[in-house]
């Protein structure tokens, strides 16, 4: 279960909680349509996002935009884009392929490496910052901005 003891909450969990980890996640965030993933290369951002691509009713593959830079996948009615920059050079990258307006569309925007594009980040968002314990365990921080 999650600590929730001040606006910044963490939970520590295995592979097999991943779902109910992901079902937690989306309940938390509610209406935050963006969401930041951090964490160092292998910390499970990607199997996170598959997750919540699971949780949330679709059953596209799901797999990292690192080359391709966002990923598409749909939903009944509406799209959840993944986005990974760890590749940018610069902010100037993201805004070439027109990350605001996939912001502004009022769909999930799942983004890894956020700190590559920082003046891009609207005001309010969800931020996950995955730790990792051990090979098996993961720990996330996680607040609503």
């Known amino acids: 279960m999650a600590d929730v003891s ?3 909450w963490k939970r520590t969990f295995g592979k097999a ?3 109910i980890v992901a079902k937690e996640m ?3 965030a509610k209406d935050l ?3 930041l993933l951090e964490g160092e290369m292998g910390a499970g951002k990607t199997t996170f996002v598959k997750e919540i691509v699971k949780e949330l009713g679709t059953t596209a593959t799901v797999t990292s935009p690192t080359f391709s830079i966002v990923n598409e996948y749909e939903l009944s009615n509406q799209y ?3 986005f990974d920059f760890y590749r ?12 605001n307006e996939y912001f502004e569309s009022g769909n999930l925007c799942l983004v890894e490496w956020p700190d ?3 003046s891009l980040i ?4 969800f931020k996950i910052k995955f730790e990792i314990n051990d090979p098996l365990t993961r720990t996330i921080h996680y607040v609503r901005h």
């Open 6 to 8: 001040s606006n910044n």
């Open 33 to 35: 349509n963006i969401w």
């Open 88 to 99: 940018l050079k610069n902010e100037a990258e993201a805004y070439d392929i027109g990350v």
């Open 116 to 118: 590559k594009i920082p």
């Open 80 to 82: 959840i884009y993944h």
């Open 17 to 19: 909680e991943l779902p």
């Open 122 to 125: 609207p005001p309010h968002f």
């Open 26 to 28: 989306v309940a938390m």
